[in-house]
C-alpha cells in the first residue's frame, strides 16, 4: 500500500518541516531568491556594457548611408536626360528624374512618401541648366505622353528668378478624367516633352523612360539580422530601462504570487506546481513580447503618427491600464487566501475562473506593458523614427520590438526555471502562500495606482540614481 508521504515523495515534491527554518536554510534561502532576482534582471547589464545613443547613431549613420547610396544607384537608373547646344552656341541642358513608387520607397520615408500622394500623382524631378546665358525666367513647360495621349502638369514648383540652374518638381495626376490610371500593366513608355526658350517651338527636349523598369535589387539595411540586433540592444541599454525595472518587480510579484496560490490549495510543493511556475513565467514573457511586438509594427507602419496615437489617448489608456492591474492583484491576494482580502466578497464565476492563474499572468504583462508604453511612447518612437529614420515597414518595427522583448524574457525565464527547481525555495513558498499572496496583491496594486495616478516616472527617478543609471 502506497502512503501519501510516499506518493509526495515519488513525486518529486518534499513537505516543509515544522517550526523556523534554521539560520543555515535561512541563508540558503536568501541566497536563492537573491540569484533568481539577479537573473531576472540580466537585462540590466545593457546600460553598463554598452552605450546605447552611439550603437543606435552608428545604426543611423548606416541607414543614412544605405539610402544615400541606393539614392545615387537608383538616381542614375531613373534619370533621362537631353543635353545639347542651341544654334546660337548657348549650352542648355535638362535631365529628369522619375521618382516611381519603387524609388520613393527605396530611398525616403513614409512621411515624405505620403506628402507626394504617390498614389494620386505621377511624380519627376526636372532639372534645367545652361552654362552661359540666363534660364527664362519662368518655369518651363512640361508634357507627359504615355500611350499616345498628352496630359498636362496638375503641379509645379521651382524656383522661377535663378541664374543657371533650375530644380522643379512636376506632378501629374495618376489618373485620367475617367478614373482610370494612366499608367497600366500594357504601359510601354512614358515620354516628358520639355520646351524652353532655346528650341524651336516644335523641338521639346524628350526624355523616355521604357516600361517596364528594371531595378537594381537592394535590401534595406534595416531588414539585416545583425542591424536589428544591434537596434534593439541600443533599446535595451538607452529606452527602456525605466520600464523595465517597474516590469521586473511586477513580474517577480506575480510569479511568487501566483505560484503561492497555487500551493495554498493544501498540495505540499507537487511537481504540477513547479511546472506551472514556469508556465506562468512564459504565459508573462508572452504577454510583454506580443504586446512589444504590435507596438513596433505600429510604429513602422504608422511612422509619427504612432506617436499621436499613444499620446491622444494616453490619460485614458494609463488609468485604464492601471485599474486592470489593480483588479488583477486583488484578485491574485483573494485566490492564494491573502490576510484580509481572503473574505472578499467574489462572484462566483470570477472566484472559480482561471484556476491556472495563466490569464491573470497575461492580462498582468500585457496591461503593466501598454502603461509602460503610454508612459514611454515618445522615447520610443523618437528613437525607431530619429535614430534609424523613418522605417517605412510594419514587419521591421516589429521585428525590433521583438528581438527587444527577447532579450527581456531570456532573463526572466532563466529566473523562473532556476526558481522552480530550487526546492528550499518552493518549500518557503508553500509554508508562507498568504503573506506572499498578500505581499504581491500590495506590489502589483502599488504599481496599478502609480499608472492610475500618472507617477510612472516618479518611480523610475527613485529607482535610478540607485544602479548610476541617471
Known sequence: MTTGTDAAAKAGAVLPSAGRPSIGKAALLALTLIITLVLASGWLVMPYFFEGKTILTDISDQVAKDRTTQQYTLGQVMTRAHNAVSGDGVGYDVDALYASPTYFERTTGPKVRARYELDKNIVFFLNETTHIDLLNQELPRVELVVDGVAYEPTYMDGPIFTDHHRPTDVRFAAQDATGRDIITAATKALTLRVWNKYDVEDAPRILTWELPIFYPAAENVLTSPTLIAALSAGLLSATLTPCLLQL????????????????????????????????????????????????????????????????????????????????????????????????????????????????????????????????????????????????????????????FSMGVAIPFLLAAFFLSRTMSAMQWISRYTPQIGFVSMIVIVAFGLVLVTDNFHRVSDIIYPWLGLN
Open 248 to 403: 521586473l518587480v511586477v513580474y517577480m510579484a506575480t510569479l511568487t504570487g501566483l505560484s503561492a496560490e497555487q500551493m495554498s490549495r493544501g498540495d505540499s510543493v507537487p511537481m504540477v506546481t513547479r511546472r506551472r511556475m514556469v508556465l506562468i513565467a512564459l504565459i508573462f514573457v508572452a504577454g510583454f513580447t506580443a504586446f512589444y511586438t504590435f507596438a513596433g509594427a505600429v510604429i513602422g507602419y504608422a511612422g509619427r503618427s504612432a506617436q499621436i496615437i499613444f499620446d491622444s489617448a494616453s490619460r485614458e489608456m494609463a488609468v485604464g491600464t492601471g485599474i486592470l492591474v489593480i483588479v488583477m492583484g486583488i484578485w491574485m491576494g483573494i485566490k492564494s487566501r491573502a490576510p484580509l482580502v481572503c473574505r472578499m466578497p467574489m462572484p462566483k464565476r470570477v472566484s472559480g475562473g482561471d484556476r491556472s492563474g495563466y490569464v491573470r499572468s497575461f492580462l498582468l504583462s500585457v496591461g503593466f506593458s501598454l502603461g509602460c508604453m503610454v508612459c514611454f511612447s515618445g522615447a520610443i518612437v523618437a528613437t525607431l523614427l530619429v535614430y534609424v529614420g523613418m522605417l517605412g515597414s510594419a514587419s521591421v518595427g516589429a521585428a525590433i520590438l521583438f528581438v
